[in-house]
Structures are given as C-alpha cells and as structure tokens.
C-alpha cells in the first residue's frame, strides 16, 4: 500500500469547514482559527476595516517620549484652532528654546499625533545638516520627493505642490539658516492658504504673524528634603532619568539610596533632557553618585560619544553656553 507524505497531516473532512474544502478540495490541511474566522466575515460581508494610512515621511522615533503632555496639548490646540474665515488662526508656531531642551523630540511627537488633521499630509525636513542657505527651498523639495523642472524654479515648484492643500510642513533646525527659512516660510504662506509650519529653532524666525512656543527645561526637585519616591518620580526631569537609564541599564531603579544623586544630576544640568540622557548613558560605566560628582567638580556636563549626537551638542557645556546668548 502507497502511503502519500501528507499522510501526517490529513485532516478528518468533518473538522474542515464544507465550503472551504468545496473551493478548495486541494487543502490537505486544516485553516487556523483566524483564517477561519476571517473566511466567515467575508462571506457575511463583515470584512474588518484597513487601517488608515495618512501621508507622511515623518523620521521613526529611536526612543520613547516622556513627558511634555501639558506642552502637547496646548500646542496641538493651537495648530487646530480654526478663524472666523473658516482657515487656521496660527499659520506658523516656532519652538524655541536652548540647545538641548527637546525642540526636535516635542515636535515630532506633536505631528505623530495630529496626522489625521492634514489629509494632505505631514512633511519633515530637517535642516541639521544643511549649511547652505541656498538649499534650503532644494532641502524642502527633497524631503518631499519634488522633481526638478527645467521651467520653473524650485520656489514655484513647492508653492504649485502645496496650492491650496492642508498640510503641514515641518521644519527642523533652523537656527543656522534664519534668513533663508523666514525667507522660504514667507513665500508658501503667501501662496498656500490652507498650509501650515511647525518649526524647531533656538530663535525666532522674525516674520509676520509668527507664534513663539519658548519650550523651557524640565522641572527638577527643589534642594532640600526630597518627597516620597513616587513624588519624585513625578518630576519630568526624574522620569526622563529613569526611562534611560532603565534603557541602557535595566536593572535600575529609583531607590532610597540613589534618589539623591539622581535629583542632583537633574538640577545641575538645569532640567535640560539632552543632558539628562547623557547622563543616564553614563550609567554602562558610573554609578548614579559618580556621576553627579564628576558633575560637581568638573562643571562640565557628560557629552557621551553616541554616534547619533550631531555636531551641534557637541560638547554640550558649549552648545548651551551659546543656546542660553542666544535667548
């Protein structure tokens, strides 16, 4: 007797719904649960809606956000706040803010959460990198896959993609490229109604009809007694310490023992999160007391070596000595 090598995974008839085997006698084995379930929606047109896609090139986060909240819903407030007219009372909302405070971070996460406000989409652009004010509007073009037209200029190409759409368009570090960003901002308010700006710069862009965010430190622990661990915890600066240091290092918690030394690292830096995170990466090799030591006696604040800190923190002690003349 021939016996076939499917024979182990033969499946009684009986346990096989009779109208998948009708469609499909060649099935030998049995549907999984899900599969089976999703055949019967479709046969009684109960099919589970796609989720929605909304159009973005929005940069993946590479760690989670803590805090902020009252920051978020104040400024998504403002970006959805709509005239008499019937079109956004704020065209254009700059963060501003010292070096390191978490401009880029706060916006981000804001976009992620107002996607389904822009049917025609969320742009980043993040002009980190670009340190020519020449290609500030090719930058824009770029981030939003524009191709380059003998005929027209890179300008009127952008004002023609943005026309009378409701986007909004993000622009990421612009302090180093004021001019041409107030410039370029200037121009595609003027000939797109219905587009929005969101951008991050240590300083205002100084044009018409501008709304200034001043995004401040995060609140640190007075000097003096500290509260209960679970008050302390509450404090944005703490939290933040915590949620990386907890990234690089599991094992940590906030205990009786180190909950000075972590309160301590939080006001020396002024609540500034960029130098809250170098501080928590230090833990692969310090502990919490060292670190707010070294902090102590050498004034300076740990610069790290992550390949992803871009030139403008490093070091961070002179990147906030510049942020803080800027202000």
Not at 90 to 107: I, P, Q, S
Not at 176 to 202: E, G, M, N
Not at 289 to 316: C, V
Request: charged share 20%; with cysteine.
């Amino acid at each position: 007797m021939t016996t076939s090598h499917n024979e182990g995974n033969h499946i009684p008839a009986s346990l096989v719904h009779h109208s998948m085997l009708r469609h499909y006698p060649h099935l030998q084995v049995a549907p999984s649960a899900e599969t089976q379930a999703l055949y019967e929606q479709m046969q009684e047109h109960d099919v589970p809606a796609l989720p929605t896609v909304y159009a973005n090139n929005l940069p993946q986060a590479l760690s989670s956000f803590v805090g902020r909240e009252r920051e978020i819903e104040a400024i998504r407030h403002l970006l959805r706040d709509v005239g008499t007219n019937g079109r956004a009372s704020v065209r254009l909302l700059t963060l501003t803010g010292a070096g390191g405070c978490g401009k880029t971070h706060l916006a981000l996460k804001i976009s992620e959460t107002i996607l389904r406000d822009y049917p025609d989409g969320v742009w980043w652009v993040d002009l980190a990198s670009q340190s020519d004010s020449k290609l500030v509007a090719q930058s824009v073009a770029t981030a939003l896959n524009l191709r380059e037209a003998s005929h027209r200029s890179i300008d009127q190409q952008l004002e023609e993609r943005f026309g009378t759409k409701q986007a909004l368009l993000v622009l990421d570090n612009c302090e180093h490229l004021i001019d041409a960003c107030a410039q370029l901002v200037r121009a595609l308010l003027r000939a797109s109604p219905h587009l929005q700006i969101l951008a991050t710069s240590r300083e205002a862009l100084g044009i018409e009809g501008e709304t200034i965010w001043l995004l401040v430190p995060m609140p640190v622990p007075d000097h003096g007694p500290l509260p209960a661990l679970k008050i302390l915890q509450q404090f944005e600066s703490v939290s933040l310490f915590i949620e990386r240091a907890h990234a690089g290092y599991p094992n940590f918690t906030l205990t009786h023992e180190n909950a000075e030394a972590v309160a301590r690292i939080c006001r020396q830096v002024e609540g500034l999160p960029l130098a809250i995170e170098l501080a928590a990466a230090r833990l692969k090799a310090l502990s919490v007391e060292e670190i707010a030591e070294r902090l102590t006696e050498n004034f300076q604040l740990p610069t790290g070596s992550s390949r992803t800190l871009t030139l403008r923190h490093q070091p961070l002690s002179a990147t906030i000595d510049r942020s803080y003349r800027l202000r």
